[in-house]
DNA sequence: TTTTGACTTGACAAATTTTGACAAAAATAC
DNA sequence: GTATTTTTGTCAAAATTTGTCAAGTCAAAA
């Protein structure tokens, strides 16, 4: 699975359609700056325009969802030295909870 | 690593030094109905918070720090599908700055 | 059974963070 | 040069998180 950031797929999504910020902007119903700054990751998007986009450009939701997700925990994680470990557990408590979840 | 909840954690802290949620609250300065709320899972901990009753209980500040942002990781991924595959890609990502921050 | 003490609950207020909108600047293309 | 596209900065609205308080439950003591 990819590691990029969700704000460079989606400069490359853009790109590869040839379209302008204002077009897509247009499109989705979201401010051009907004989404300038989205694509160059000075901000995250919202769940709901991620799935805007991945509609939009026709793309693989589940990508999308993947990368801006781990970004935003990423972001929870920085400049904590325990990140790895932190992880670690929190995936033993997702096992954990999907067990009892059958 | 341990995989208990950072409520649990400071519940059983609380009840090993025989300590009452009022004398907890007054020690570091808390709400103690707050107190209660985090140590049932209610409410999440402020990362001060933590801080503040590692220091009380003379407890390992890390085991607690490890277990209160990995709760706040797993309230993030809650009802997400690809929760596992979120993580992978996040310690991807962890990673990859960790090396380019030599 | 009444009272007391420990804890819990719910509703609300305060504070913080996130998000969106807009104008204006900067960069790029023509 | 002008026109178009993108970026930047700021600010208010919206949403979320956090804190406070009063009233509640419950168990055990008096």
Redesign the interface.
């Known amino acids: ?3 990029k950031k969700i704000g460079e797929l989606l400069r490359t999504l853009r790109e590869s359609h040839k379209l302008l910020l204002r077009e897509v902007s247009a499109g989705i119903a979201i401010d051009q700056a907004l989404l300038s700054k989205i694509e160059r990751g000075e901000r995250l998007p919202t769940k709901e325009q991620v799935t805007k986009l991945s509609k939009y450009y026709h793309a693989e939701k ?1 990508e999308l ?3 801006w ?6 972001n ?2 920085a400049d ?1 030295d ?16 999907n067990k009892s979840k059958l």
């Open positions: 699975m990819q590691e589940n969802i993947i990368a997700l781990s970004d935003k925990l990423v929870e994680l904590e325990l990140a790895q470990e932190i992880l670690k557990v929190t995936e033993k408590k997702i096992i954990h909870i």
